[in-house]
Nanobody, 123 residues
Framework: VQLAESGGGLVQPGDSVRVSCAAS????????LAWFRQPPGKEREFVAT????????QYADSVKGRFTISRDNAKDTLYLQMNSLNPEDTAVYYC?????????????????WGQGTQVTVSS
């Protein structure tokens, strides 16, 4: 299983950015997926999750209403659209593949992880 994030970078407060996660070597559409992030000097934290068919999602309170998780099972790709970014969103963003098709928010619920993509929000 390989998960590869892309799309991070340096953005200004209030900007939007979309990060992607391309998957390979597994049956993408069978599993729930999630985004986690790790801010500088802090623990990895849950951001958003989506079930295997893409009709159920859950978000951390800190991003609710600003971030949108989605997936394209035909392209084996997961997305995170991030709007109204602020400096507290600065982190390495990781995608992860779950152990089933059901959404989950704990890191222990996820089996495979990408290498991460840096998103820095700064003026």
């Amino acid at each position: 299983v390989q998960l590869a994030e892309s799309g991070g970078g340096l953005v200004q407060p209030g900007d939007s950015v979309r990060v992607s996660c391309a998957a390979s070597e597994f049956t993408f559409s069978r599993y729930a997926l999630a985004w986690f992030r790790q801010p500088p000097g802090k623990e990895r934290e849950f951001v958003a999750t989506i079930n295997n068919i893409g009709d159920i999602t859950q978000y951390a309170d800190s991003v609710k209403g600003r971030f949108t998780i989605s997936r394209d099972n035909a392209k084996d790709t997961l997305y995170l659209q991030m709007n109204s970014l602020n400096p507290e969103d600065t982190a390495v963003y990781y995608c992860a593949s779950g152990r089933s098709g059901l959404i989950a928010i704990a890191t222990s619920d996820y089996l495979y992880w990408g290498q991460g993509t840096q998103v820095t929000v700064s003026s």
